[in-house]
């Protein structure tokens, strides 16, 4: 009886120790961290992390990635699942955050061949119901890291040579995906130097249409990417380190060692040389209220005190302010105080610490809330409420141009750096073209799509913009986001030319003729205005670049160097402004 209770107990031990390994190597496929460090030109450039999850039904690719000194968004979030049996994309999430919160998202779901697609970098947006993209086609783009495991999840390692595949391409405009076809090429096997060891790796090459070249390196016999690299554009993505993870109650099996930890980058480092210190005080962070609303900025003061000082109210671009937008404001900010210009640079609402959601303004609410900020600033005992400038930049101009009109006994000038455009490739009046939409590609490096498919894009935007303008709806729900169709409307309705033409205060517009939204016919008619108009000055540069300077970096360190010339003629036209008002 004994003998028996002994086997007894030791059979459910190891019925318990099977269970317990089986659920342990469930873990251990089920979850998987990934690290990746992303370089430009041999400089680190960002990093990545990606999470693998298994489900039942589906597999699950969620990605951090981070990029510090990108000139445009610094973090992006990535979701793609796919179905567990065919490998293929059920629905793919990107959110691109700029520097102060708010992003740019885009979504797609694949169902029986058909794409339903939102863009939504507000107040633009786009969104599209059953568009045919196949029912084998997968999502891609050459920096995009989580969109090569779809593809190595379709590639046959069995067959391997080369292999093709449809792929769509999701552009950031308003404008549907697209299609194309890529070439996956085995090359060789190989070993590759990666987290501090040789690693037994197999090569590829990666080709489509208007897309530079890749070469793919991936693990032998798992098949995860060990690196990415595109020697035209000089990046290369690499991989760091790989971590499985416990579910449940067994918490994390192992630690990252710190260099290889996914953490954020560490804050801007000050570059001023002792013995050197600039004429101004760093930004001091300021709170003011619109309505229900308290909205923050960052007040760059003069160091000299005394005399009440001029005052610039800055107002940023739609959508979400880039990495470079921001130095060149805080660049812009620290070179006017020098001068002895205050300067307010302010978040609208939901932007930054201020109150609110920024997908819920128009331009009603925007316009309301640069009048606070111009108030505020007003009321100030240390600026000349006589010498109030607001100062907008590219689609934030023609905002500016609004509240210099409506407050005209307040507002000295306004000040329009960049064009103030309406968006990529969007004409409000006209819709787009063939022609405008093969310019736009050409300029994204897409390169030629087939007629048949450019007019079936032309025909999806335009019916896109009369549904918009059609609507009386201020929000509709889809992909369960909820957007703000009274916002778009008043986009597509500006005439911003027109609002500089019949400008009633003294206008200062500047603006580079290598600007991606020039237009040559607007901006002639506009110098003809200007000619006859002594109040309005519009100062043309051959080159100026999207930014008005260039951003660098050293180390942790990231510099803006604004352009001279433009900072020169924004100082001298305020103090012309101030010698006028004597």
């Not at 109150?355 to 303004?361: A, E, L, M, P, S």
């Not at 009046?429 to 939409?437: E, P, Y």
């Not at 889809?478 to 409307?489: C, E, H, M, Q, S």
């Not at 051959?542 to 050293?554: A, I, T, Y």
Request: charged share 30%; hydrophobic share 35%.
């Amino acid at each position: 009886m004994k003998r028996l209770t002994v086997i007894f107990v030791i059979s459910v031990v190891l019925i318990l120790v099977m269970l317990a390994l089986a659920f342990s190597f469930v873990a251990f496929s089920a979850h998987n961290e990934y690290y990746y460090d992303i370089l430009r030109d041999d400089e680190l450039a960002g990093k990545a992390k990606i999470d693998r999850y298994v489900t039942e039904g589906k597999v699950i690719y969620k990605s951090r990635v981070e990029l510090p000194y990108s000139r445009e968004y610094v973090t992006i979030h990535r979701r793609l699942y796919l179905n567990k049996k065919n490998r293929l994309p059920i629905r793919y999430e990107e959110d691109a955050y700029g520097v102060r919160n708010s992003c740019r998202t885009t979504i797609l779901e694949q169902k029986d061949g058909a794409t339903e697609m939102l863009y939504f970098r507000s107040p633009v947006y786009f969104e599209t119901s059953g568009y045919e993209t196949g029912d084998r086609t997968l999502i891609f783009s050459e920096e995009n890291i989580v969109a090569y495991l779809q593809v190595i999840d379709n590639y046959n390692f069995w067959r391997k040579g080369t292999q093709y595949f449809e792929i769509m391409v999701p552009m950031d405009a308003p404008i549907p995906v697209m299609r194309k076809k890529l070439e996956m090429r085995y090359l060789d096997d190989s070993y590759s130097g990666v987290m501090g060891r040789k690693v037994e790796a197999e090569r590829f090459i990666l080709r489509s249409q208007g897309m530079p070249e890749i070469l793919l390196c991936l693990e032998k016999y798992s098949h995860f990417p060990l690196s990415v690299k595109i020697r035209k554009t000089g990046l290369d993505i690499i991989m760091k380190g790989h971590y499985r993870k416990f579910w449940g109650l067994f918490g994390r099996l192992s630690t990252e060692p710190d260099d290889l930890a996914f953490s954020r980058y560490k804050p801007e480092k000050n570059t001023d040389k002792a013995g050197d210190a600039p004429a101004y005080s760093t930004a001091e962070e300021v709170f003011f209220e619109n309505g229900p609303l308290i909205l923050a900025g960052r007040l760059w003061k003069p160091a000299k005190e005394g005399d009440p000082h001029p005052a610039v109210v800055f107002v940023s671009d739609d959508g979400p302010v880039m990495n470079a937008a921001d130095k060149m404001f805080s660049a812009l900010g620290k070179k006017l105080s020098e001068s002895g210009v205050m300067v307010l640079d302010f978040d609208t609402s939901g932007k930054g610490k201020s109150q609110g959601n920024f997908r819920d303004v128009d331009d009603e609410s925007l316009i309301n809330q640069i009048i606070s900020a111009c108030r505020y600033l007003a009321g100030r005992n240390d600026v000349d409420a006589g010498n109030l400038s607001v100062l907008g930049y590219k689609g934030g101009g023609y905002l500016a141009l609004k509240v210099s009109d409506m407050l005209a006994d307040e507002i000295s000038s306004c000040i329009v750096l960049g064009l103030p455009h309406n968006g990529p490739v969007i004409d409000p009046v006209n819709g787009i073209n063939r022609d405008q939409l093969r310019y736009y590609l050409e300029r994204e490096g897409v390169g030629a799509i087939d007629e048949d498919y450019t007019s079936k894009v032309v025909n999806t935007v335009n019916r896109h913009l009369e549904n918009v303008a059609a609507t009386d709806d201020g929000y509709v729900y889809f992909l369960r986001k909820k957007i703000n169709v009274r916002a778009y409307r008043d986009y597509l309705a500006r005439e911003p030319y027109r609002e500089m033409a019949n400008h009633g205060n003294p206008l200062l517009f500047i603006y580079g003729r290598d600007d991606k939204d020039h237009e040559i016919k607007l901006l002639e008619s506009l110098k003809m205005v200007s000619g006859a108009n002594e109040m309005i000055k519009v100062t043309e540069f051959r080159r100026l670049g999207e930014f008005l300077g260039e951003m660098s970096s050293e180390g942790d360190a990231v510099s803006f160097d604004l352009d001279k010339d433009v900072t020169g003629i924004i100082i001298g036209w305020i103090k012309k402004l101030g010698n006028s008002a004597e």
